[in-house]
Each structure stands twice: as structure tokens, then as C-alpha cells.
């Protein structure tokens, strides 16, 4: 819930950072330009422009980089599948090629499996 909630902010975010990086004029003349903006006139005024448009941008580029930071954070920590392996498979299937008293994971060994915890969603 909280994860979908902070990921729409996040498409926002990023939807208005793009807005607000065409606005700003350069020397192409920027987006205002396409939209019949002369060199001097832009949308929003003078000097007032590009210290509100650059503030604007600063301000929505940290909080993308911190809701990108966040969304990475919580994605770690949803559960996801184990992996499974194909040699693992086959010897649980077939159970007369263990030797009696070993398992799986003593015969494999799960030095790679353990930091990955089991899927808790199955």
C-alpha cells in the first residue's frame, strides 16, 4: 500500500522535474520558445524566471533522488522468489541418489542461498 502510494508520487515527481526542466530557457530559447516566446519574453517574467524555475528544479530533484532512494529501500525489502535450482531438483526427485543421512544441502551446500530469505507469498 505505502509502496504503490509513494511510487505515484514518484511518477509526479518525475512528470513536473521534466515540466519544469523544458521551461527553463537556454540558448535554444528553450520550451517557451516553441510556444511563440519572444528572446526576452518568457513565461513567467524576467529574472524572477530562472530564480523560480531553478529553485523549482533543486527542489524536485532531491526529493526524485530521495523517493528513488526510499522506493530502492522498500523494493529490498518485499519478498521475492527464491531461486531455484535445477541440480537441486533433481536429486529431491530423484531420493535414491542421496546418500542415506545427507541432505540436499549438505551434499550442495547453501553458501549461496543464505543470504536470500525463502518467499513468504507461496
Known amino acids: ?3 504503490n ?3 505515484g508520487v514518484h511518477v509526479l515527481v ?3 522535474l521534466i515540466i519544469v526542466v523544458l521551461m ?4 535554444g530559447g528553450g520550451l517557451a520558445g516553441a510556444f511563440g516566446g519572444g528572446g526576452d519574453q518568457t513565461v513567467f517574467g524576467g529574472h524572477e524566471t530562472a530564480t ?3 529553485k523549482a528544479t533543486t527542489y524536485l530533484a532531491v526529493a526524485f533522488m530521495f523517493l528513488s532512494l526510499l522506493l530502492a529501500f522498500l523494493a529490498s525489502k518485499r519478498g521475492v522468489a527464491r531461486p531455484e535450482s535445477a ?3 533433481a536429486i529431491q526427485n530423484e531420493g535414491n541418489v542421496i546418500p542415506r543421512g545427507e541432505s540436499v ?3 550442495l551446500g547453501s553458501a549461496v542461498f543464505d543470504s536470500i530469505p525463502p ?4
Open 105 to 107: 544441502d549438505e551434499i
Open 119 to 122: 518467499d513468504s507469498t507461496q
Open 1 to 3: 500500500m505505502i509502496y
Open 14 to 16: 518525475c512528470i513536473v
Open 87 to 89: 541440480i537441486r531438483q
Open 24 to 27: 527553463q530557457s537556454s540558448k
Open 52 to 54: 523560480f524555475l531553478s
Open 5 to 7: 502510494l509513494i511510487q
